[in-house]
Every structure is written in structure tokens, then in C-alpha cells.
């Protein structure tokens, strides 16, 4: 799923592209994409882009008579710039947005559509797609402690959840625990204030850094690949590949759809946590620590 930095790039991206034209058409290739009903699309023919804005994990397209075009692209969406009016062709295509710039392709990969639009008037029905999550690189440090300390949960939990932090999933949130040293599995409620000063330091660190690799890897050219599994990061999505910190294989923690990848050394301690469905396999061999 598109995160913070993606979608950062995705909005400054789309800005420059689409800010003050006109939308000219929207085509909608599969159905179940548009959730909302009132206005309905057309509604938004010839209008201006006034704004681009980012809701969490929701990228919003504001047009002349407060009117929002609100898309979240889930796990598999993807964004695509063309400057021609762009085909709908390809079983993963699902829209299309004509502006006089340009077309902007919107494709799912899978055949599990998630992906969603929505057509909303007005400031109130725009904030009731912002889940509330707080902006990790524009709080302060009480700030952040106040929401770690809403609920007593994982930091991973804590850390994924849209209604405490905005932007941060599954990929980042690893990246995040590995530069703090903190276990994915340690309590909200039991980290200290310099487990909470060293995890608020490394949201900021992680997302920032990220922000600028891939503003610059990029250049000005509208991002044609958006993964959250790069070769460059420190633990998320390396499972059995070294640490680059300390050289012990990376962990991981499987709960259905999700993955959580960690290093035993430089965060657990030298624990070795169940991975579901395999731990359950090889029961009282299944290692618990490093060293076994």
C-alpha cells in the first residue's frame, strides 16, 4: 500500500501536473470503483483544479465549487501520468481523469478491487474521509506522545493505525521500529520516555529521509513505481537477509495478510518471535532465540 512518502510524491507530483487546468472527462472502466453517489462524476466535467491534498492514505482533488474527487488506492492501486488521454485497455485499469495537461491512469494489480473513488461537496463531507490520524512529520514531540498513549497497543499497531497516525503502514512502520531499536511487539503503555522520545525522533528521521530519496530518485518525472518493498530498506521485506546493522538474519511475524519483519538483535533482544503458521508446524522446535 502506497505510504507517506509515496503518496507525498504522488501529490507534488500530481500538483504540478494538474494545478489551475481543467478536467475535461472522467472515464470509469470498472464500476465498483465509484462509492458515492451525490454529486455524481459528471458533475465535475470542466471544472478547475483548485487544490490537491493528502487524507491519511487518501489523495483528495479539489475542484472550482468546493467539489472533491477523492481517491485511496488501497494495497495494489497505482497512479500513472500520461500526456496523451490515456487507454483504458488492460484488465488492471480502472479509470482514467482528462485534464487539459494531461490524462491521469488509475490501475489495480489482482483481481481483489479495493481501490475507491468518491465525488464530494463541500468541507464536511471532504473531512469525513480524513480517519484523523496525526501528521508525523508536522507535530511536535507532546503531540506525539498524547496519541502513542490514546490506547494500550503494539507499537506496530500504534504506529499503522489511520486514527492515531496518518500515512504510516505496514512497510514504514518496520523501517520506523528498526531505527528506534524497539520491539513491534512492546506496549504502548509500557515504553518509557526514551523509548517514546527515540520512536518520535525515528518517524520523523525514516519518513523524512524517505520523502527525499525518492523526491530524488525521481527527479521531476511522475513516479512509474510505487512499491513498498525496496532493496535499500533495513528490514521490511527482507526476511532471512542480514541486518545492516548487525548482521543477524531479519524476522518476521505473519498474521494474515500482514508481515512484520524485524531484527532480534538490535530490537527483541535476541528473541525470536511465532511466525503463525510455521511456528505452529514445527511446535516445541521452533527456535525462541537468536543463539538457537
Not at 137 to 161: G, I
Not at 202 to 219: G, N, P, Y
Request: proline fraction near 6%; charge should be positive; hydrophobic fraction near 40%.
Amino acid at each position: 500500500m502506497p505510504e507517506l512518502p509515496d503518496l507525498e510524491l504522488y501529490l507534488d507530483r500530481l500538483t504540478t501536473r494538474i494545478a489551475g487546468t481543467r478536467l475535461d472527462a472522467i472515464r470509469i472502466k470498472n464500476p465498483f470503483l465509484l462509492r458515492s453517489v451525490e454529486p455524481p462524476p459528471a458533475a465535475c466535467i470542466g471544472r478547475s483544479v483548485t487544490n490537491c491534498r493528502r487524507l491519511g492514505k487518501r489523495l483528495a482533488i479539489g475542484l472550482e465549487g468546493d467539489t472533491w474527487l477523492v481517491l485511496h488506492l488501497m494495497i495494489a492501486g497505482r497512479l500513472q501520468w500520461h500526456t496523451t488521454p490515456a487507454a483504458l485497455g488492460g484488465r488492471h485499469v480502472l479509470a482514467a481523469f482528462d485534464f487539459t495537461s494531461g490524462s491521469l491512469q488509475l490501475t489495480e494489480a489482482g483481481s481483489r478491487k479495493r481501490a475507491s473513488l468518491h465525488v464530494v461537496q463541500g468541507a464536511s463531507e471532504l473531512a469525513a474521509h480524513d480517519p484523523g490520524g496525526l501528521e508525523p512529520l508536522a507535530c511536535d514531540f507532546a503531540a506525539f506522545r498524547e496519541r502513542l498513549q490514546r490506547e494500550n497497543r503494539t507499537l506496530k499497531r500504534a504506529l499503522t493505525s489511520p486514527r492515531l497516525f496518518a500515512g504510516i503502514g505496514n512497510a514504514y512502520s518496520d523501517e520506523i521500529l528498526h531505527a528506534a531499536r524497539l520491539s513491534p511487539t512492546l506496549q504502548t503503555g509500557k515504553l518509557d520516555d526514551a523509548g517514546q522520545r527515540a520512536l518520535f525522533a525515528a518517524t520523523q528521521r525514516v519518513l523524512r529521509d524517505w520523502c527525499v530519496r525518492l523526491d530524488a530518485q525521481f527527479a521531476d518525472r511522475f513516479p512509474d513505481k510505487v512499491t513498498a518493498f525496496r532493496p535499500d530498506m533495513s528490514v521490511h521485506g527482507r526476511y532471512g537477509k542480514p541486518c545492516p546493522d548487525c548482521g543477524t538474519a531479519v524476522q518476521r511475524i505473519r498474521y494474515k495478510d500482514n508481515e512484520t519483519n524485524y531484527c532480534p538483535v538490535c530490537q527483541t533482544g535476541g528473541r525470536i518471535f511465532a511466525d503463525r503458521s510455521l511456528s505452529r508446524l514445527l511446535k516445541d522446535d521452533w527456535p525462541r532465540a537468536v543463539e538457537e
